[in-house]
Nanobody, 123 residues
Framework: QVQLVESGGGLVQAGGSLRLSCAAS????????MGWFRQAPGKEREFVAS????????YYADSVKGRFTISRDNAENAVNLQMNSMKPEDTAVYYC????????????????WGQGTQVTVSS
């Protein structure tokens, strides 16, 4: 299990951009997969994007594909989520997660979670 801390959330206007970062500490291995999930009030937590720690594979939810980019930062031992062309529907608490294994899209497949960071997109 690794410790995860998200940062970079805030308020942005529709069409704008935000960059989230997930800093990982503890024992991180190349076999890990990192994921971003989000949860709006009254809704289920949903998958956003995932990346192998090695950077060899990435996967996006249809709702964000083409707008969001997940990437890794070895120097900072972090995973980032660049969010462009943001929409009000993107408003949610965004969570970083980690698991040992391949790309996964279900929250139950991830073992470690961050505390979440609020992202609000205004019209």
């Amino acid at each position: 299990q690794v410790q995860l801390v998200e940062s970079g959330g805030g308020l942005v206007q529709a069409g704008g951009s935000l960059r989230l970062s997930c800093a990982a500490s503890g024992r991180t291995f190349s076999s890990y997969t990192m994921g971003w999930f989000r949860q709006a009030p009254g809704k289920e937590r949903e998958f956003v994007a995932s990346i192998r720690w090695s950077g060899g594979s990435r996967y996006y939810a249809d709702s964000v594909k083409g707008r969001f980019t997940i990437s890794r930062d070895n120097a900072e031992n972090a995973v980032n989520l660049q969010m462009n062309s943001m929409k009000p529907e993107d408003t949610a608490v965004y969570y970083c997660a980690a698991r040992r294994g391949t790309i996964a899209t279900q929250e139950g497949q991830y073992d470690s979670w961050g505390q979440g960071t609020q992202v609000t997109v205004s019209s």
